[in-house]
């Protein structure tokens, strides 16, 4: 008679009893896809280091919109890259910017798509930070009423929601009235509540044309070292009212995620950044890993982390593994 009394191998033998005892699901709805919607007509350009990832005019979203809806992903997060930046990042809020012509033409496009808006200043700024700038100082109230007029230029240009990754404090407030006032008190936020000043964005950098012209972004964004102080950033989200909070970067920080889940109730995001997404094409392509078992296995570490939602550059990918 055998003495071992927990038998694991039982719930393991076979692929129907493993599916029906797993722990964790992944669906094409947990999916958001990021796109870079570039100022101009006729371009479509692949980002070096993002292998599968373009540069889109808004005039071309055409095709890729078609691909997003048919593959069942319900959402898209847009980053606008204008021709034009000054100081101020004036084209941040331009009813007609590149931002508001590529929302309108995916409203067009595809109406029951969630579009939400990256609401920030470093893509719009000549000096390439995420807010306004007083010598090498960033200015953190001056920003303020910047952030709540480009989100209340993305909705009305239709974005169903915006999210703001300028990691400014009182962001979320000052976003929440500027919509309120407008009338657009259905508009949910999503925070880039917990967002680290991280070597994982360098790719996203060159797709979006917004590196820091001096200095970085540490004044700003979480130090690393720092898990204590991303449970307050998040729930400082909360008590601003955020819908949805987020941790940033994913992959190296699901021990926040862990955290965030055990104490919160609000829905969470990660956001599985571009740097994750170059090293994962990277080594594929150089035939070190298994590229399908390696995302998937990404995708399911987030969601047993306590994600909600995925925001990740991999969701063409996904969709169609899951399919
Ligand atoms: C802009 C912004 C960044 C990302 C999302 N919004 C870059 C940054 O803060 O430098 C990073 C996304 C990614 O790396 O995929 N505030
Ligand atoms: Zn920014």
């Known amino acids: 008679m055998s003495t071992i009394n927990n038998r694991f191998r039982r719930l393991r033998s076979g692929a129907v009893i493993r599916d029906l005892t797993a722990e964790t699901t992944l669906s094409v709805k947990d999916l958001i896809y990021p796109i870079f919607v570039i100022e101009g007509t006729g371009i479509t350009e692949e980002i070096e280091s993002m292998p599968g990832i373009f540069r889109y005019s808004a005039d071309r979203l055409d095709p890729l919109i078609t691909r997003v809806t048919e593959a069942g992903i319900s959402s898209v997060l847009l980053f606008g890259i204008p021709e034009k930046k000054d100081a101020v990042g004036s084209e941040s809020c331009n009813p007609d910017g590149v931002l508001a012509q590529a929302i309108r033409r995916i409203k067009e496009l595809s109406p029951e798509l969630l579009v939400i808006a990256d609401i920030c200043l470093c893509e719009y700024t000549d000096h390439g930070h995420c807010g306004l700038v007083d010598g090498e100082h960033i200015l953190n109230d001056e920003t303020l009423p910047l952030l709540g007029k480009m989100a209340v230029t993305a909705v009305r240009a239709g974005a169903d929601m915006v999210a703001p990754s300028d990691m400014m404090d009182g962001d979320v407030t ?3 009235h500027a919509l309120d006032e407008e009338g657009y008190e ?3 936020i999503m925070g880039y509540s917990a967002k680290f000043a991280s070597g994982y964005y360098s790719p ?4 979006a044309e917004s590196a820091p012209g001096f200095g970085d972004r540490r004044s700003y964004q979480m130090d ?10 998040l729930n400082n989200d909360i008590e601003m009212g955020a ?7 994913a992959l190296a920080y699901l021990d926040i995620v862990k955290e965030a889940r055990n104490r919160f109730l609000h829905p969470i995001a990660v956001y599985n950044v571009s740097g994750e997404y170059a090293m994962v094409k990277a080594a594929a392509r150089a035939g070190y890993i298994d590229e399908e078992r390696i995302i998937m296995e990404n995708m ?3 969601k047993r982390a306590g994600a909600d939602i995925i925001i990740t550059y991999h969701a063409l990918e996904v969709a169609e593994y899951l399919s």
Do not use: L, S
């Open 243 to 249: 819908d949805i909070i987020m941790v940033k970067p």
């Open 186 to 188: 259905q508009t949910p």
């Open 300 to 302: 399911i570490a987030m």
């Open 224 to 233: 690393i070292r720092n898990g204590r102080e991303a449970i307050r950033e």
């Open 174 to 176: 000052v976003i929440r």
């Open 204 to 207: 996203f950098r060159d797709a």
